[in-house]
T-cell receptor
Framework: NAGVTQTPKFQVLKTGQSMTLQCAQD?????MYWYRQDPGMGLRLIYY???????DKGEVPNGYNVSRLNKREFSLRLESAAPSQTSVYFC?????????????FGSGTRLTVV | GENVEQHPSTLSVQEGDSAVIKCTYS??????FPWYKQELGKGPQLIID?????GEKKDQRIAVTLNKTAKHFSLHITETQPEDSAVYFC????????????????FGAGTRLAVHP
């Protein structure tokens, strides 16, 4: 199984450009998440989708939008990129049914906004 | 909401020594505490987790302890090896009642562990 697949792995954007980060999981998980990782700040939740058809804001949602396209796919969109959005972005999924479950992470997208 | 603090931010040990990383949490409703290891250029991977009805859990050279009264939990790595070098994250999560049942993890800032041969 591939687990959680993120594309692209690297991206450089100019300020004001838009882009969509793609994430797909093949584990039939209900819940999916987008985190950003910045030095000294750990992983901060941007948006999450508890189940297909629902999305909710996390800690740092400003400047982002998400789409839960189907059970497998959860995309993150930057409408007008800013240098403050330079970060490593991780998608994760979990099977929330039956109680507490850990996450499976993708390998990340390193985004630089210049 | 939940806040998780992690210490130290960096840790350097000699091969064969033990390493301990500590985390505290703020939300007394949190009852699930996983630990992740992140190697360079990769996503975090679960290495061990503990639920609030357990005080300690071991898996070979790795152990986690939980003190619910003090709201802190720790990761212990014994007989460290160079391949243990990585960034380690703790996390906490309250069980949220929801039709599908899911948990939202709040992460600590991470500890960079270096094991020197």
């Amino acid at each position: 199984n591939a687990g959680v697949t993120q594309t692209p792995k690297f991206q450089v954007l100019k300020t004001g450009q838009s882009m969509t980060l793609q994430c797909a999981q093949d584990m039939n998980h209900n819940s999916m998440y987008w985190y950003r990782q910045d030095p000294g700040m750990g992983l901060r939740l941007i948006y999450y989708s508890a189940s297909e058809g629902t999305t909710d804001k996390g800690e740092v949602p400003n400047g982002y939008n998400v789409s839960r396209l189907n059970k497998r796919e959860f995309s993150l969109r930057l409408e007008s990129a800013a240098p403050s959005q330079t970060s490593v972005y991780f998608c994760a999924s979990s099977d929330g049914t039956g109680g507490l479950r850990s996450y499976t992470f993708g390998s990340g997208t390193r985004l630089t906004v210049v | 909401g939940e806040n998780v603090e992690q210490h130290p931010s960096t840790l350097s040990v000699q091969e064969g020594d033990s390493a301990v990383i500590k985390c505290t949490y703020s939300d007394s409703a949190s009852n699930y505490f996983p630990w992740y290891k992140q190697e360079l250029g990769k996503g975090p991977q679960l290495i061990i987790d503990i639920r609030s009805n357990v005080g300690e859990k071991k898996d070979q050279r790795i152990a986690v302890t939980l003190n619910k009264t003090a709201k802190h939990f720790s990761l212990h790595i014994t007989e460290t090896q160079p391949e243990d070098s990585a960034v380690y994250f703790c996390a906490g999560a309250p069980l949220l009642a929801f039709s599908g049942g899911y948990n939202k993890l709040i992460f600590g800032a991470g500890t960079r562990l270096a094991v020197h041969p």
